[in-house]
């Protein structure tokens, strides 16, 4: 290694040598030129590079290296002038020299493309013969390059040679009258070979990527700074214009006459084509320049109209989920876009479309015609004989529930449609997301009734949807109506439509599984808190305490040896009156500032109330007792005698009301009847309760244990009521249900007004104890900042008025919780 690196070595001839005389130069010059000249035409088998090296050593050693170097420039100039120029424009066919229009370039392609082809190929044989040529003057001119440009006034006789290159052959005209360039001419070509390319055709890419190594190779001046390269001053800046114009154009053309699908496709394989090019036929520096060029010209300019197309835009990808196509318009938005604003709004727009569609097809349904009370049990009973028994046993669902039902599941799958779009097309963008959730959250609150449907939902599921499923489904409806939950701004509305509905649950035994109820109980806490489910976890603890008691009291009448043998067997619930919503245990038929007088219970039953209630206050003393008949169920044993002396036994499983009502025909004697009228008298049941009641006991045909004159669906005060002796059922325990008991359907105006009227009330007082929580801490605020604090504090379960947050904080003033301590501007203090 050592021996090798001895003889890179630049060694001076011995000294001897220079003993060469002045008048040397030419003769010595005259040989070197001769050999120079030998090796641009490929003759330099015989010369002695030694030999050469030595000439021009010796012309450098007598002091002549400066006229050497000048000498060598003039020759080189002059094989450029007269030999290589001349092969080059030899190439150049008149076809290359007409300026032409895309379109007319490519009727003429293949002539001009084969002429294109010849040019470049003479260009780059000249380019590499002189680059061959100008290595083997590099090394016969070592020394004098060492000498002359060692203190940097002169560049390199090879830099030297790049440059003449550049300016004799490349910057020199193709004719002699004419201005028109070989560099022109070049680029010209170049330009239009990758047109042909971008138009579908086959080009020779290694032409025009020796040509381009050779504009990497030259530059405009001798320092030969990167940014000076001829590729970097010349052909970018022209290739760059015209894939401007063309991007332009072709922008332009796909709109008009491609949908959205295409124009994204065509997009997209654009970038890809560019980017090779860039690799494999131009240069790496321009990959980023030119998807500039095609993002701002393509994509940019044309994103907008292209997701708004009719007919195939965004909203077409989206009804008819086709996600790979919109996950390329997402890319390509997100190029030119962070915010991806066109793609953004147009989802966001169509989510709200389809959202409103929703609500709109839910009024329709709950805007049909809904069967009268008592219809709907006469329809069941006029239906089709061969039914399972589940069936049968199913009650039927007004139409309004229906919609409730049919609203949520249709919003539920619009979520699942979204977010397997978010995923899979969008890229599980956040931006997206939080505008997909905010569209939900628009139009599901724009629906009035979201939170009592929402409730409904949950209240269907839990007494009949989740049986049969597993747990891991019955975790995914509950996970799912949680999502919907997160949607909806006023939840304490939801919490209180969702108590009604588990009220009726807990208390007529129809939750499929206690453990479902409780574990949506825990998700609806981790979603809303805490304080959400306070009074719901309160109801279950009251279910469980009554659990005890209801043991505890059978154990005292067993232990008091009653002597009653036939005494009733007594299931109670005592329920806390402030976490339950008695509203819904009182009849809605009363009137409002009207007292209902307490119903009249039968003596067999009177005697146990009392009973229980000497237990119950001897062990809390100082409680109250209110007795709700309207929730409660019995089962009594019924013994029918036919006309022929045969004897039907059955039990009856009838609401508590119908039971007290059941029970007065057992003092009527055969063959009488007990009016409406009279049945209200003795009883005192609301008439709304007892109208239900009679239409289940009397109209359908399934469950007619009484018999009514006249026979109608309407029950009327003059309608008489007769024991049903001929009563036949094919089964031995039978389940007469009450018909439209409203517990599971959705409420009327009237009942809608009742529970704004309370949410009103309830709002005030949540209202009033976020101010005085918030001065208590504070002390002193302005108007602004307080109304500001409270609509936050109260946001997470409803949206606060603003006028009652103002009547409130007057309120607080004018009963001395919060004194007015400035009017400029409006400042309230805390009075402790």
Request: with cysteine.
């Amino acid at each position: 290694m050592a021996a090798m690196r001895a003889r890179q070595k630049i060694r001076a001839p011995r000294r001897g040598l220079a003993a060469s005389k002045p008048d040397d130069f030419d003769s010595i010059w005259a040989t070197l030129a001769a050999s120079l000249r030998e090796i641009h035409t490929k003759n330099a088998s015989t010369l002695s590079f030694e030999e050469l090296y030595r000439q021009a050593y010796r012309i450098v050693l007598i002091s002549r290296g400066e006229e050497l170097y000048e000498n060598v420039k003039q020759l080189e100039k002059k094989w450029l002038c007269s030999e290589v120029q001349k092969q080059v424009t030899a190439a150049i066919s008149p076809s290359l020299l007409l300026e032409q229009e895309p379109a007319d370039a490519q009727d003429q392609s293949n002539e001009r493309r084969a002429a294109g082809e010849r040019f470049l190929n003479a260009l780059k044989s000249a380019w590499e013969d002189h680059q061959l040529c100008m290595g083997m003057f590099t090394d016969v001119l070592m020394y004098m390059d060492r000498v002359v440009s060692s203190d940097h006034r002169n560049p390199s006789i090879y830099v030297v040679s790049m440059a003449l290159f550049r300016d004799n052959v490349l910057r020199s005209p193709v004719r002699p009258d004419s201005t028109t360039t070989i560099a022109d001419v070049l680029e010209s070509t170049v330009l239009f070979m990758i047109q042909l390319e971008r138009a579908g055709h086959q080009i020779e890419r290694p032409f025009i990527r020796h040509c381009i190594y050779m504009l990497e190779g030259l530059y405009e001046t001798v320092t030969e700074e990167d940014s000076s390269k001829l590729y970097l001053t010349t052909f970018e800046p022209a290739f760059l214009k015209a894939s401007q114009a063309f991007y332009q154009a072709e922008g332009r053309r796909l709109v008009e006459m491609a949908d959205a699908a295409t124009f994204c496709r065509h997009a997209s394989n654009r970038l890809k084509e560019e980017e090779e090019r860039c690799r494999y036929t131009l240069c790496s520096y321009t990959e980023p320049k030119i998807k500039e060029v095609l993002d701002e010209e393509l994509i940019r300019k044309n994103i907008a109209e292209v997701i708004n197309l009719e007919g195939s835009g965004a909203k077409e990808m989206l009804d008819h989920d086709r996600l790979d196509v919109l996950r390329n318009v997402y890319e390509l938005n997100a190029r030119v876009d962070k915010k991806k604003t066109a793609l953004t709004n147009a989802v966001q727009k169509r989510v709200y479309e389809m959202g409103r569609e929703i609500n709109a097809a839910s009024f329709a349904v709950s805007q049909n015609t809904a069967p009268k009370p008592g219809e709907k049990e006469v329809a069941a009973a006029g239906g089709e004989k061969k039914a399972g028994r589940d069936k049968e046993k199913e009650k039927p669902v007004n139409q309004q529930t229906i919609a409730a039902i049919q609203w949520v599941d249709a919003v539920l799958g619009l979520k699942k449609k979204f977010d397997n779009i978010w995923e899979k097309s969008l890229l599980s963008d956040q931006g997206m997301q939080t505008s997909i959730t905010t569209s939900f959250s628009d139009f599901i609150n724009m629906n009035s009734r979201s939170s009592e449907y929402l409730s409904l939902f949950f209240d269907e599921n839990l007494k009949k949807g989740i049986k049969g499923k597993t747990d891991s489904e019955v975790d995914a409806l509950l996970d799912n109506g949680i999502t919907l939950l997160r949607y909806i701004k006023d939840k304490d509305l939801f919490e209180t439509y969702y108590k009604k509905h588990l009220s009726r649950r807990l208390l007529m035994k129809r939750s499929v599984s206690m453990d479902a109820e409780r574990q949506m109980i825990s998700k609806m806490k981790m979603e809303v808190g805490n304080q959400f489910t306070q009074r719901i976890e309160h109801m279950f603890k009251d279910m469980t305490i009554s659990e005890d008691l209801a043991t505890s009291y059978k154990e005292h009448i067993a232990q008091s040896g009653d002597p009653d043998q036939k005494r009733a067997e007594l299931e109670i619930h005592v329920l806390t009156s402030t976490m339950w919503p008695m509203e819904i245990m009182a009849s809605s038929s009363t009137k409002e500032g009207m007292v209902q007088l307490p119903c009249i219970f039968p003596r067999e039953v009177e005697s146990l109330k009392h009973s229980f209630e000497q237990f119950y206050l001897s062990k809390h003393n100082g409680r109250k007792l209110s007795w709700q008949p309207s929730m409660g169920t019995a089962d009594l044993r019924a013994t029918f005698t036919r006309a022929n002396g045969k004897v039907a036994r059955h039990e009856l499983n009838v609401s508590t009301y119908a039971m007290i009502i059941l029970l007065l025909f057992n003092e009527v004697p055969t063959g009488e009847s007990l009016t409406y009228e009279e049945i209200q008298a003795r009883t005192r049941i609301p008439d709304h309760d007892l109208i239900r009641n009679l239409q289940s006991l009397a109209v359908a045909s399934k469950t007619r244990v009484l018999k009514k004159e006249p026979m109608s669906k309407d029950v009327k005060p003059t309608d008489r009521f007769f024991y049903n002796a001929d009563f036949t059922s094919m089964f031995t325990k039978v389940r007469i249900g009450v018909v439209s008991g409203g517990g599971n359907k959705v409420e009327n105006s009237d009942q809608r007004r009742e529970t704004e009227k309370k949410m009103d009330e309830e709002r005030g007082g949540t209202i009033e104890a976020a101010i005085v929580r918030i001065m208590k801490q504070r002390k002193r605020l302005v108007h602004a900042q307080l109304m500001t604090e409270v609509l936050t504090q109260l946001s997470s379960r409803f949206v606060p008025d603003v006028n009652m947050v103002k009547k409130r904080i007057e309120s607080l003033i004018d009963r001395e919780y919060l004194e007015r301590v400035a009017e400029e501007p409006p400042t309230y203090g805390y009075i402790a």
